[in-house]
């Protein structure tokens, strides 16, 4: 089964519109941005109210980066590179001496499942998520990655003004005017009336795809994982060996 996206999370909980999904998955197309990102570029929800109902659709817990005791040893388990890329930062070891020990890690994108799978496949821990804001994660990795002072930090990360979204304007094709308002897909009637589906489906063929979705590369990333697990559990192959052969670059 496809596992659902932020926006369906969003969707469902009634925090953004149809209308105001397809226009943020159209700007992501243009900004390779993540759509929690977009989505509070554009002003249409707060980092915080993202936050609260991931937590809660996902039955997460949300941790403040700004007030929680980060803990070396945590932050020395990834690398500055990967936490960036992946928008996620490890603030704590749970259960540390004993073999139900956790890496707590702090994500922007819980949804995020091959970033977990790789941390737990590499640190030999098992994750437990929490979410937090995009702004939270990154100002603590300027800070404990980076040597960052907390208020330069707290500074570079703060995320940018809202810009509302403008309906783009039309374009003339000879004397006809056409914008996405009055555009119909071949078949769909003449009523002039363009439903959210309709508007979607235009989007689709424009931008090759709903970027919500799960892409080839995600695709091909879960299945590495999933085959590095599988190859883990038959003893075929430890974590130790898998490092080494990372290290060498393959060769």
């Not at 900004?31 to 929690?36: C, E």
């Not at 929680?68 to 040893?73: C, F, I, N």
């Not at 590499?122 to 979410?131: D, E, K």
């Not at 003004?161 to 309906?167: A, H, L, N, Q, S």
Request: proline share 5%; glycine share 8%; charged share 25%.
């Amino acid at each position: 089964m496809a596992r659902k996206r932020i926006g369906e999370f969003l969707l469902e909980r009634g925090a953004i519109t149809q209308v105001q999904l397809d226009a943020g998955l159209a700007a992501q197309k243009r900004t390779r941005q993540r759509l929690g990102v977009t989505l509070i570029s554009q002003g249409v929800l707060t980092e915080v109210q993202l936050a609260q109902v991931l937590g809660q659709a996902l039955q997460l817990g949300t941790v403040d980066l700004m007030q929680v005791q980060v803990e070396w040893a945590a932050v020395h388990m990834l690398r500055d590179r990967f936490c960036e890329t992946h928008e996620l930062f490890p603030f704590a070891i749970d259960g540390k001496g004993t073999k139900d020990k956790k890496l707590l890690v702090a994500m922007s994108d819980p949804l995020n499942q091959p970033a977990i799978e790789e941390i737990e496949f590499t640190t030999g821990l098992a994750v437990a998520p929490y979410v937090s804001t995009h702004s939270q994660v990154r100002a603590a990795i300027l800070r404990y990655y980076h040597k960052a002072a907390p208020a330069e930090a707290a500074a570079r990360a703060k995320p940018p003004e809202p810009v509302p979204v403008e309906e783009d304007p039309p374009m003339v094709v000879g004397e006809e005017i056409i914008s996405a308002s009055n555009v119909i897909p071949e078949g769909a009637g003449t009523s002039g009336k363009r439903s959210s589906d309709a508007v979607s489906r235009d989007l689709e063929f424009l931008f090759g795809g709903r970027a919500d979705e799960e892409t080839d590369v995600e695709k091909l990333e879960r299945r590495f994982w999933g085959l590095l697990r599988l190859l883990q559990r038959k003893g075929l192959l430890t974590r130790d060996e898998f490092l080494a052969e990372v290290e060498r670059g393959g060769t």
